[in-house]
């Protein structure tokens, strides 16, 4: 039987290289410049035709779930927190501030304010455990415009599974790595300025759990292409994407307010076992209660798989990592981003 499947995969991989020409490591600084422009760039956004079944949480063997009143997990456990308590978002947690040209300072309040560590006005909502942050600290990202950090990008994460999640005092790793038939729930809050740009049609992410280096070649198992699964807000939309497609979408949050969100996933190259649901304070009310502020159950794949030579063994599937923060087409100005009291629950 197993050797069945892995034949089956050879013959999918060998398939699948025929159809995608290109690794991306990340999307290319000049993507929505690019002839042809690409759908995620275009203000027709197409609408999913995937299997949605239920607004209900995807069975789980621990019981895991999301309490839509009070924006908590039920039945699980804290993996990785971050409450911006420690001033350096890097040690123990992020391990690198994805931001500007180069990063030339001690990580705190520098290189032109592009991270800024800030005391007071943050999340004042519980954890997804229901535990008080202990702070009223948030970290703030701005990405200045003709930034270059594989693009116009400000996010906390480093973009790398190989060296783990970072523990006490390393920075080698990165805040949250999701692997193959792994359920995980990550929560975290952000503040859109009140200047944010809403009305450009570019596409402008601020979270991603992308497939993480090193890797070779990634690989869909439904020949699709991009990152795994990332959040854009553009066109005054919240967007979920999945492999550069919209799966969902609801209006943005009110500018100046922080927004609760937590994306449940089940992680798997497997188009038959991923799934995703996002919830959304979207208005801001502190709960996830209203119609708009919960996708429906999406079924898929996601995640990559490697299909070339690399340290991933071909078909094996390529780590995603949690990245945070702004990256943006480069037709935007200096734009920031606040975040806070980030969870990732098992
Ligand atoms: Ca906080
Ligand atoms: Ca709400
Ligand atoms: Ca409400
Ligand atoms: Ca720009």
């Known amino acids: 039987m197993k050797n069945k499947i892995l034949v089956s995969l050879a013959a999918i991989s060998l398939f699948s290289v025929g159809l995608v020409t290109a690794s991306l490591a990340g999307r290319p600084p000049d993507f929505c410049t690019k002839k042809p422009i690409h759908p995620s760039c275009v203000t027709t ?10 607004t209900e949480p995807p069975p789980s063997p621990t019981g895991l779930s999301v309490d839509r009143s009070t ?37 705190t309040n520098g290189d032109n304010g592009r991270y800024v560590h800030k005391t007071s006005g943050g999340d004042v909502n519980l954890r ?11 970290r703030q990202l701005t990405v200045l415009d003709g930034d270059d950090f594989s693009g116009e990008r400000c996010q906390l994460g480093r973009n790398s599974w190989i060296e783990g999640e970072n523990t006490g005092t390393q920075t080698s790793g990165t805040f949250a790595i999701f692997r193959e038939g792994e359920r995980k729930i990550t929560f975290f809050s952000v503040r859109l300025p009140t200047n944010f740009p809403l009305l450009n049609d570019r596409w402008q992410q601020i979270v991603q759990w992308k497939q993480a280096q090193p890797y070779t070649n990634d690989n869909r198992r ?12 553009f066109l005054s939309k919240i967007r979920l994407m999945k492999f550069w497609e919209t799966k969902w979408t609801t209006n943005a949050p009110p500018l100046g307010t922080w927004i609760r969100f937590a994306f449940d ?12 649901q996002l919830y959304v304070d979207r208005n801001g009310d502190g709960d996830f209660l209203e119609a708009d502020e919960v996708s429906p159950v999406i079924s898929g794949a996601t995640m990559a798989y490697e299909s070339g030579s690399s340290s991933i063994p071909v078909g094996q599937t390529i780590p995603n990592a949690l990245m945070l923060g702004i990256y943006h087409d480069s037709i935007y100005p200096t734009t920031s981003i606040d975040v806070d009291n980030v969870q990732v629950v098992e």
Do not use: F, H
Not at 49 to 54: A, K, L, N, Q, R
Not at 82 to 107: E, F, K
Not at 226 to 233: K, S
């Open 265 to 276: 996933v089940t992680y798997s190259q497997d188009p038959t076992k991923g799934k995703i």
């Open 45 to 54: 956004t197409t609408t999913t035709t995937e299997t949605t079944t239920t």
């Open 71 to 107: 924006m908590q997990a039920v039945g699980g456990t804290v993996l990785r927190n971050d409450t911006s308590s420690q001033v350096d978002p890097r040690p123990g947690l992020w391990g690198v501030i994805a931001c500007g040209a180069t990063w030339t300072t001690n990580g």
């Open 222 to 233: 439904d020949g699709a292409d991009g990152v795994t699964l990332e959040i854009q807000i």
């Open 128 to 138: 997804a455990d229901g535990q008080a942050q202990d702070n009223t600290a948030y």
